[in-house]
């Protein structure tokens, strides 16, 4: 057990060290922070969708925005595609393809940003709400992992995890990313 507990550690701390070691993902991450800052302080929102254990990243965010982080602030405007009444609403009367494209078209606004979680940066729902984002002249922020895949070609700013070989690792970035994003947020509208 030890063992399988020492090498867990390890790795999660070898795929972290490999994140930190590219200099870009700072730049990314404050690029993105900056984005999403400048679309609170307008008066916009942030839209976060994803799958499994992304949709709960994606909640995530959102609560945390909403609700309070480190230390009490106003809330921002931030929401997290994961109701389940929509989801299977959207998912039986369309298709799971649609479940976050449609909301995106139903309550996405210029100047709102979508940020788009998907370990495989392929998941066909979490793409299509990233091409309607697009349309409705929205700016997205992608977390996903290294590697070619349709979240990197399509997104305003894309934070890569370095591959790994289970989707956990990724997520752990992801986590990480997202309690950053949050302090930076908080930092540029003076909270």
């Known amino acids: 057990m030890k063992e ?10 070898a795929v972290l060290q490999k994140f930190i070691d590219k200099s870009r993902n700072t730049e ?14 307008k008066g916009n929102k942030i839209i976060t969708c994803g799958n499994g254990g992304s949709i709960c990243d994606a909640a995530h965010f959102a609560e945390e925005l909403t609700g309070r982080f480190r230390r009490n602030r106003k809330p921002y405007s931030a929401i997290a595609i994961n109701d389940p009444a929509y989801l299977t609403c959207v998912g039986n009367d369309f298709s799971f393809d649609e479940i976050f494209s449609r909301f995106v ?29 697009k349309q409705l002249n929205l700016n997205v922020v992608a977390l996903t992992k290294e590697g070619e895949n349709m979240l990197q070609k399509l997104s305003d700013v894309t934070i890569a995890s370095p591959e790994a070989p289970f989707s956990d690792r990724v997520q752990e970035i992801h986590i990480k990313v997202i309690h ?8 540029k509208l003076g909270h």
């Open 105 to 133: 078209e139903g309550v996405g606004r210029e100047g709102d940003v979508l940020l788009a979680i998907s370990t495989s940066g392929n998941s066909e729902n979490v793409v299509r709400a990233v091409q309607k984002a």
């Open 4 to 13: 399988i507990i020492n090498n867990s550690l390890n790795e999660a701390l």
């Open 180 to 187: 950053i994003l949050i302090q930076l947020i908080e930092a």
């Open 28 to 41: 990314l991450i404050e690029q993105a922070a900056t984005m999403m800052a400048d679309c609170l302080a």
